[in-house]
Nanobody, 127 residues
Framework: QVQLADSGGGLVQPGGSLRLSCTAS????????IGWFRQAPGKEREGLSC????????YSTDSVKGRFTISGDNAKNTAYLQMNSLKPEDTAIYYC????????????????????WGQGTQVTVSS
């Protein structure tokens, strides 16, 4: 059964950092793409950073470029989102999701061709 388990959220002060994890089961990250998304109350879900493991291509949206970094560990079958310089407007539920091995990373971050979602992890940035 294909599943994603995302974790690592919490409460952090403005300017702080968090690392989110997305552990895959039922498939290998090496043959997939993984994206990180978020949804704040009253807002639509938005793509943040996406990676295709077959060639290592990545894409980040302007809202997080330079602050968030996506990566993965094939041995642990886990993808990560390192979030630095967090702002109150980063408060949201964060989700990871799976795409196919040839999914263009920009398409995935545009919420196209996403097949499986994690359950979400809450990130709150507040003093």
């Amino acid at each position: 059964q294909v599943q994603l388990a995302d974790s690592g959220g919490g409460l952090v002060q403005p300017g702080g950092s968090l690392r989110l994890s997305c552990t895959a089961s039922g498939f290998s990250l090496h043959y997939s793409a993984i994206g990180w998304f978020r949804q704040a109350p009253g807002k639509e879900r938005e793509g943040l950073s996406c990676i295709r493991f077959s060639d290592g291509s990545t894409y980040s949206t302007d809202s997080v470029k330079g602050r968030f970094t996506i990566s993965g560990d094939n041995a642990k079958n886990t993808a990560y989102l390192q979030m630095n310089s967090l702002k109150p407007e980063d408060t949201a539920i964060y989700y990871c999701a799976k795409g196919g091995p040839f999914t263009p990373v920009q398409d995935m971050c545009a919420l196209l061709r996403v097949s499986t979602w994690g359950q979400g992890t809450q990130v709150t940035v507040s003093s």
